[in-house]
């Protein structure tokens, strides 16, 4: 039996598998008025609830400029921004997560929230190509992160320790809203450890129409991929506020020098 894991002869005690079966603990968030119910089945999870005001202020700052019934697409969506949008801004979210433990907790907090006609989730990768293809993984863990779809490579794009290999699906942002799978978005947070130019590649067509108005996105500027994606973004017409990105930057930790840069289409 795999370390940590409960059956009948290891149970706590006093803990009936009937009990132990309806265990679900979850924690509530107010703002604004609003009230939010996340699912926390491990300390990740619940690391993630008790830190939301401070672990990314700038995400939520631009949440709160979302207008009601507007598209995001949440790409990379662990799941608490997803819900965080469609509560208190009752956007209308498209949420793309990849990672088999983090969709199904993603469904759960929409389940949770009463968000079945506000949130659609998808268990796939965006990126520059589409088609089967495997996501890495340090570990296989719910609120888990630094996830890659197709290579092997960390946040800094160097090589990681793959704990889990999981097969999965990738498409690029432009095919799907082409096709009419999804309509095309208003706003793009777009957070997933690394590979932020390939999905910024996969969405140049639709990043070209005047219907999207910002987006989020998580940069490392020591990557030339990264400072090169900024650019990009700039030529189209997106840009950013030094000030904000000073802001948003990490100034200790393993993640020291990333921020989240927010754009918007220059009027």
Known sequence: MAKGCLNRMNLPPGLSLEQYAELNPCAEI????????F???NVATRW???????KEPST???IATLGRDEILYDVGANGMYTIWAAVTREARVYAFEAESQNYALLNRNILLNNLTERVTAYCLGLSDKQGLTQLFMPGMMAGGSMHSVSEALDYKQEPMAVGFQQGCVAFRLDDLVLSGAVPAPDHLKIDVDGIEPKIV?????????RAVKSLLIEVN???ADHRAMVATLNELGFLHDPVQVERATRKEGPFKGVAEYIFRRET
């Open 30 to 37: 107010e703002a604004g008025g609003t009230r939010m119910v």
């Open 39 to 41: 699912a926390t089945p």
């Open 48 to 54: 993630r609830v008790d830190t939301i005001y401070q």
């Open 60 to 62: 939520l700052e631009w």
């Open 201 to 209: 590649a996969g969405a140049e067509k639709t990043l070209k129409e």
């Open 221 to 223: 500027p020591a990557l």
